[in-house]
C-alpha cells in the first residue's frame, strides 16, 4: 500500500500530509542538489506579494532558547519573478506547489490569488494573514474575525485553486478567527505562524534584531501551537495543518493527536534540511507498521 | 565571484579530531565521504547532534576541503561551546560547499589581511597560493599572542607578520599598519576576513591606494543557501545583498563604497 500516506484537505490532494513551512525552505528549488523535493507532501514557498519586497533592515534573524526570532519581512522575488523563473523548475521537479500569498489589502490579496488561478502547477493557496514582521497587512488580518473573514472571502472568489488560511496565534480570540475563515469559504486553515518576541543584547542595551522584534517558531513555540490546534479543531470542521516547533515524527504524531490533518516543518528545515523527508520516511513505517493512515489518528488526543 | 561546478552535499559525518590551536580556539576535523569540495571562502553549515537546542547550524569558512574537512570554531557562545568540546568520532553534519569564494589573483602577489577567528579562509587560501607559488603576504592581528590559531600553518607557506593590540607578540598596533606599507606596491590584489571594522578599514585603505580588495564577511543566518532571507547587508545604495549566496566573499567595494 505505497499510498497509505495519501491525505485529502478538502480539495486538496497531498501524497503525504508532512509539508515544509513558508519562509523556512525558500522556493524549494534551493533543496534540489541534496534531496527529492518531490517527496515532501507540499512545499509552502516564501511569502509572494504582487512586487519584489527588499525586506527588513538587517540583523533579521537571532537565536533563543529551542528557538529563533526572524524579521525578514516578506522579502520576495515578487509574482512575476516567482512564475516565470522558479514555477517550471518546480514543475519539472515534480514539487507539490502551495504558493504562498501576501496582500496588503483584500483587494490586493484578491488580485495576487487571480493571478495564481492562470498558473500551472499550483496545488493551492496559503493565505498569509499572519505575518508578524511586515507594516501593513500580515498579522493586522489575523488578530479578529471580521478582517480575516474579508480577505479569505475577496481570495475565494478570486480562485479555483484550494484555499489554506495561515493563523496567527496573536488572535485576540483565535477559535473565532477559524471560524470566521471556514464560514468565508476557506477549505482549511493553516497554524501556528510565529509569536511577536523581542531579544535583547544586553551589553549594547540594542535590541537583537533591526527593527526591534521578530517573530519566534522553534521548539520553543511547541505546545502553544498544540493546544491551539487542539483548541480550533473544537470549532470548525475543515481541515487543519498543524504547524509550530515540528523535528520529528513524535512531534508530528503531537499535532494529529490534537486535530491536524497535515503538518508543516519550519524551523527545523534549518536544523537539518532533509527532516521533512526523514519525517515522511518514518511516519511512512509508523503507519505501515500499525496498518493505519494519518487521518486514523487525526484528533484522536484522549482527554480522559 | 567564482562559482564551483560542485554542488552542495549534506553529509552525516563523524568528528576525527579536535585540536585545540590556541586558547578558545578549536580545529574542528571531520570525515567527509564524498570529500568535500570547496574553495578558499566557501563556508559549510554545521551542527552536532545534540538535540533541539541550540536549533540553527553554524557557518564556518572552510579551513581544508578534502577527505578531512576543517573549520575553526572560535567559543563565543553555546553553539561554538558545544562544538569545541566535541571529541572523536561524535556526530556531525555538514552542509556544503556554500557560497561563492575568493577570485584567484591575477597579478603576481597577494596580500592576505586576517582578523582573529577571520583566518579560517585565508589559511585556506594562502596553502592553495602556496601550491601555485603565488608569492603571499599574510598580515595577521590579534589582541594578543594568545588569539594567533593556526599561526604556524601560515608560517609555513606565506611571509607572515603579526600585529597584536597590546604588543605581546609582532608589531604593537592594527594591522592596518602593515597594510599600508605593503600596498605601496600596487602589483597586488588583498584578501581580507575580520570583524566588520576591520574590514572596513582594509577596503578603505585599498580603494585608497588603488588596490583590488576582496572581503569575506561574516552574518547570523539560518539556512546558509539563500532561503531564509536572514544574513542581508546593506549596500552603500541601500539595497540589501545576500552573505550566504551573494557572498561571502565581495569585492570590497561594493559593500563600504570606494572605487576598487
Known sequence: ??????????????????????????????????????????????????????????PRMCETPSGMLNSIGLANVGFDVFVTEMMPKL????????????????????????????????????????????????????????????????????????????L?????????????????????????????????????????LGVGFGGLSGPAIRPLAVRMVYDVAQVVR??????????????????????ASAVQVGTANFSNPTVAVEIINDLREYCTNRNIRPADLVGKVEMG | MTTTDNSKKYL?????????????????????????TGIPG????????????????????????????????????????????????????????????????KSTKAVLVAGGVGVAPLVFLAEKLAERDVPVTFLYGARTENDLPLKERIENCANLIITTEDGSIGTKGRVTIPLKETLQDQNCVVYSCGPNLMLEAVGKICAAAGVECQVALESPMACGMGTCKGCAVVRPDGSFTYVCTDGPVFVAATIYGGEK
Open chain 1, 168 to 208: 496567527s496565534p496573536e488572535a485576540r480570540d483565535l477559535k473565532e478567527v477559524a471560524r470566521a475563515v471556514e464560514e468565508a469559504g476557506a477549505d482549511s486553515v493553516s497554524l501556528i505562524n510565529t509569536f511577536r518576541g523581542m531579544s535583547i543584547d544586553v551589553n549594547t542595551r540594542r535590541p537583537r
Open chain 2, 12 to 36: 552525516k559525518t563523524r568528528i576525527q579530531r579536535v585540536e585545540t590551536v590556541a586558547p578558545g580556539y578549536s580545529l574542528l576535523s571531520f570525515e567527509c565521504t564524498p570529500p568535500l
Open chain 1, 238 to 259: 475543515i481541515p487543519i495543518v498543524g504547524m509550530g516547533g515540528i523535528t520529528c515524527l513524535r512531534d508530528a504524531l503531537e499535532f494529529f493527536l490534537a486535530g
Open chain 1, 91 to 166: 514543475r519539472a521537479a515534480g514539487a507539490t506547489v502551495i504558493a504562498n500569498a501576501y496582500g496588503t489589502s483584500a483587494s490586493d490579496f484578491a488580485e495576487l490569488c487571480r493571478k495564481f488561478d492562470d498558473v500551472e502547477g499550483i496545488a493551492a493557496i496559503e493565505v498569509n494573514i499572519s505575518c508578524p514582521n511586515v507594516k501593513s497587512g500580515g498579522i493586522h488580518f489575523g488578530v479578529s474575525g471580521k478582517p480575516a473573514a474579508e480577505v479569505t472571502a475577496a481570495v475565494r472568489q478570486a480562485t479555483r485553486l484550494p484555499v489554506m488560511v495561515k
Open chain 1, 1 to 58: 500500500m505505497s499510498d497509505i500516506l495519501k491525505t485529502t484537505l478538502g480539495p486538496l490532494v497531498l501524497k503525504n500530509p508532512v509539508m515544509v513551512a513558508s519562509g523556512t525552505f525558500g522556493y524549494g528549488l534551493e533543496y534540489s542538489d541534496i534531496m527529492d523535493i518531490s517527496a515532501i507532501g507540499g512545499i509552502s514557498v516564501k511569502g509572494i506579494s504582487l512586487s519584489p519586497r527588499p525586506g527588513n533592515p538587517p
Open chain 2, 42 to 105: 566557501q563556508f559549510v553549515m554545521i551542527r552536532g547532534a545534540w538535540g533541539a537546542s541550540p536549533v540553527l547550524p553554524r557557518a564556518f569558512s572552510i579551513v581544508q576541503a578534502g577527505n578531512i574537512g576543517q573549520v575553526l570554531v572560535r567559543d563565543v557562545g553555546p553553539g561554538t561551546s558545544l562544538l569545541c568540546n566535541m571529541h572523536s568520532g561524535d556526530e556531525l553534519a555538514v552542509l556544503g560547499p556554500l557560497g561563492n569564494g575568493f577570485v584567484e589573483p
